[in-house]
């Protein structure tokens, strides 16, 4: 156990006495929370026998009413996290004192064998806090989630439970036979036959239990089990049931519990409850749904930095190495929610059904890291009566749909006792599964929580996906699990919410090359353009200013045809896009795409960055991440603008290896007549295409190097930090976002106009480019840079050789004019160019083709 791990050990069950303390002190004086459904149904907790047993009952448990054909009334435990919102370090305690106790009946020898099992869904935290109060002991829990290319190694049902069907996908099927070996300073060797510790929050009649022990037991025969739960609610009955089943298959069964009574049900309990319930919620008590409204900021994203390799939780299994790596991360994980809180005071840190443990540890985390009152819950599949009185425990209820893809349908989920708690700043907590359209949804959880609180924070814990083959098909070789996006501002000066970028960072290798290296080395076929960088340019005094200057001039029109664009997409491809930006051109107008759906219709679209590269296709990996994560049919592609279209092209071609992907792309220009979906067809200056990675997040072009990209690695790029002093990604999307109310009415005359017109791809551009390639001797369209965009890049990027400029041009090329004048290179004013200009590439260049100065000559 590292030091570190023992430090906080020692540390935690001091806290929880203190904790326990403190909150029966503060419940002392308050109205108890069964009170409203014992009064009606005549329900009565009644303690084992000792003193204050039912006082202590009622300070661990509430009760409430549900829709359930088979129990009407639940039992709400307020140490649990899942229905009432409770002090982290208070729920966190009471499993790990559980798990002390264990250890202390199993003894140290047998404590270090043992194997814990937790209960989905109400049960996973606490199970793996009982785990960790063991100390070394490996966690799995059980699971409504079926994960494909992970084989069953068990299930059983939950007999009074709103979902009953629980399956075990365990990554090493040896963990609940009970075979494997533990490694490191506190490994004792191989844990044969070793003990299993089944964690549930109650233990009422025991079916649960015994239907658990009873599948595995056939399975994975064993001497010993220890049954724990925060309350044993069995009748004397359930008791004797118990002590002979253990008698039955020749085992040890033990019990552990904070606290034991029984629940006293009169005749006929169950007919009066569901007729309650049918009548309150008749009258309305359900709680409506809310929406967030258009303009408002739904949530703010926190990149956590999860440690790389640590599960999410024990669905697939916890090791204690997994542990041993998790603890030390936590201060610096709630050090980054803490930062992104600003000055909230009462906040809460909201898990998601069987995702309790990871949000639970990052309270307790966030707990020890700032003076804010912290409490932690959960969301829920299970339906429960809210009734706003404080004689009943579940007072409110927020109602939203599934947005993890479950694989029983949709439906709705539940988060109680969250409005109206006064919280100035919930943390949502989901795994990478369940960060989906369905969550920003205008009816999902995240406009839920906006409409109950000032501050939404989505921290999202990448999904772990076991990669061991299943072991039904031993043939087949499930592909590596691939990284979470990249985001801002460990990669990008943006913000983590407005993009993921699928892509691997490359920060620390040297890939910049000369220019006039770079374009001998393209041209001659001895490299890729992709396979090195171009060294950054540096913008002049000059020509900053001309920037802002631009930037300034043309903000407007960029924001009509942002929201032209946009319009246009949610009218006719699908209401829920996935934007997919292509890196990086694409990007700042895939983050004011985002921008404008969220301010025009409070649609939080989620938005990813990925790599193209003419020749070598789009990145399959990037395109296999998205599938595993969205229908693919609402991916929707997003690019500056178009030249002459050999991207579209190459977009398409790619695309047509891989399945429910529409390769048109959507752009906010597109002056080549290349696509359906534009924001205008003029040729203009976007000031985002007068500079590199200074206006598009501080990120490099796209790479892709065999030495540095191996066949499961996203492509890759740099994001340069050092340019942070001169860094305008901010400054260009605020300011054109600044417009969005004044074109509002321009935008929905052309959207209206444009719809039903005749968009087909004319290609004119491609025409044009060959003519161009064909009249000034080039003979590569390749080399021929058509539009106001393409012009810039070469000018910033490759070796120029002239400029072609439509005679009479304006503000929109003055940018062009200057980096021409600052390169030498000759601008030449031309008659029925159908775009603004176009950049010439020096033909068959080599570095003799150039003076001493580096200047490009004309062509004599």
């Not at 403190?22 to 002392?28: D, Q, V």
């Not at 031993?474 to 592909?479: A, G, L, M, S």
């Not at 005359?749 to 005749?758: F, G, H, T, Y």
Request: glycine share 10%; aromatic share 6%.
């Amino acid at each position: 156990m590292s030091e570190h791990s023992a430090r906080a050990e020692k540390a935690r069950p001091e806290k929880a006495r203190t904790e326990k303390a403190r909150t029966e002190k503060e419940t002392a004086n308050v109205v108890w929370s069964g009170s409203w459904v014992a009064e009606r149904l005549g329900v009565e907790l009644v303690g084992d026998g000792k003193p204050d047993g039912d006082s202590e009952l009622r300070e661990l448990l509430g009760l409430a009413l549900r829709r359930n054909p088979k129990r009407a009334h639940l039992l709400v435990s307020n140490v649990l996290g899942k229905h009432v919102p409770q002090k982290p370090s208070v729920v966190y305690g009471a499993g790990f004192e559980l798990g002390r106790r264990v250890r202390e009946l199993l003894g140290g020898a047998e404590a270090r064998r043992a194997v814990v099992l937790g209960y989905a869904e109400t049960a996973t935290g606490l199970g793996h806090a009982v785990a960790d109060g063991l100390g070394v002991a490996p966690y799995l829990h059980s699971t409504r989630r079926p994960v494909e290319g992970v084989a069953r190694a068990g299930g059983f049902e939950e007999s009074h439970s709103h979902a009953t069907s629980h399956l075990l996908l365990p990554e090493d099927p040896d963990l609940l036979a009970g075979e494997c070996v533990l490694t490191g300073a506190d490994a004792a060797g191989v844990y044969a036959g070793a003990p299993l510790v089944l964690v549930d929050d109650e233990f009422s009649t025991g079916n649960t239990v015994l239907n658990t022990i009873r599948a595995l037991h056939e399975r994975y025969p064993r001497s010993r089990y220890v049954i724990v739960a925060l309350v044993d609610m069995r009748s004397p009955v359930d008791r004797g049931r118990l002590t002979e089943f253990a008698a039955e298959i020749g085992a040890r069964v033990d019990l552990v519990a904070r606290s034991a009574g029984t629940i006293a049900l009169p005749e006929g309990v169950l007919e009066k409850g569901q007729a309650l319930v049918a009548a309150h919620e008749g009258a309305g008590s359900a709680g409506p749904r809310a929406a967030v409204g258009p303009g408002r900021r739904p949530c703010t994203r926190v990149d956590l930095q999860w440690p790389a390799g640590v599960p999410d939780g024990g669905r697939h299994g916890f090791t204690p190495a997994h542990r041993a790596t998790l603890e030390p991360a936590l201060p610096a994980m709630a050090a980054r929610i803490a930062e992104a809180l600003g000055d909230a005071r009462r906040v809460l840190v909201l898990g998601f059904e069987e995702l309790m443990y990871a949000p639970l540890r990052l309270g307790t985390a966030l707990e020890d890291h700032t003076d804010a009152e912290v409490r932690y819950s959960t969301t829920t599949r299970s339906p429960v009566l809210a009734v706003d009185d404080p004689g009943y425990a579940i007072r409110t209820r927020l109602v939203f749909p599934a947005h993890d893809n479950p694989a029983d349908g949709p439906g709705d989920r539940y988060a109680y006792n969250v409005a109206g708690a006064g919280f100035d700043a919930v943390v949502l907590a989901v795994d990478s599964v369940a960060d989906t359209p369905e969550l920003h949804a205008p009816d999902g959880l995240l406009a839920q929580l906006a409409a109950h609180t000032d501050h939404v924070l989505l921290a999202v814990v990448p999904s772990y996906v076991p990669t061991r083959p299943r072991t039904d098909t031993p043939e087949r070789q499930e592909p590596p699990m691939l990284p979470e996006p990249l985001r801002g501002p460990a990669f990008s000066s943006y913000a983590p919410d407005e993009v993921g970028w699928l892509l691997q960072d490359l920060s620390g290798t040297e890939l910049e090359a000369p220019t006039e290296e770079r374009e001998e080395a393209i041209q001659s076929g001895g490299a890729h353009y992709a396979e090195s960088l171009p060294v950054e340019y540096q913008p002049s005094a000059q020509y900053q200013d001309l920037f802002k200057a631009a930037l300034e001039l043309s903000a407007a029109r960029v924001a009509r045809a942002v929201g032209t664009v946009t319009e246009t997409l949610l009218a006719e491809r699908t209401p829920r896009p996935v934007l997919v930006s292509l890196a990086r051109a694409g990007t700042p107008v895939g983050v004011l795409m985002r921008r404008w759906a969220l301010h025009r219709h409070g649609i939080d679209l989620p938005h990813y960055a990925v790599s193209i590269v003419r020749g070598r296709g789009i990145d399959a990996n990037a395109l296999r991440w998205l599938a595993a994560h969205h229908d693919p049919a609402d991916v929707v592609f997003v690019d500056g603008w178009t030249g002459k279209g050999a991207i579209t092209r190459e977009l398409s071609a790619a695309l047509a290896e891989f399945e429910g992907f529409d390769p048109e792309i959507a752009v906010l220009a597109d002056p080549g007549g290349c696509v359906r979906t534009y924001g205008t067809r003029e040729d203009f200056l976007i000031p985002s295409a007068c500079l590199n990675s200074t206006v598009s997040g501080l990120i490099s072009r796209t790479v892709l190097r065999s030495d540095l990209v191996g066949p499961e690695d996203f492509h890759g790029a740099k994001f340069y930090r050092e340019l942070a002093d001169t860094d305008v990604s901010g400054l260009f999307l605020d300011t054109v976002a600044a417009h969005f109310d004044e074109v509002v009415d321009a935008v929905d005359a052309e959207v209206k106009e444009l719809l039903a017109a005749d968009r087909a791809p004319t290609w004119e551009g491609w025409a044009a480019v060959e003519r161009i390639s064909e009249e000034y001797g080039i003979h590569d369209v390749n080399l021929v840079k058509p539009g106001v965009g393409e012009t810039t890049r070469v000018l910033l990027r490759r070796v120029p050789w002239k400029i072609l400029a439509k005679r009479g041009a304006g503000a929109d090329l003055e940018h062009i004019r200057l980096l021409a004048e600052q390169r030498g290179v000759p601008v030449e004013e031309v008659d029925g160019l159908p775009y603004t200009c176009v950049g010439l590439i020096h033909p068959k260049y080599t570095r003799g083709a150039t003076g001493a100065d580096g200047k490009a000559v004309e062509s004599k």
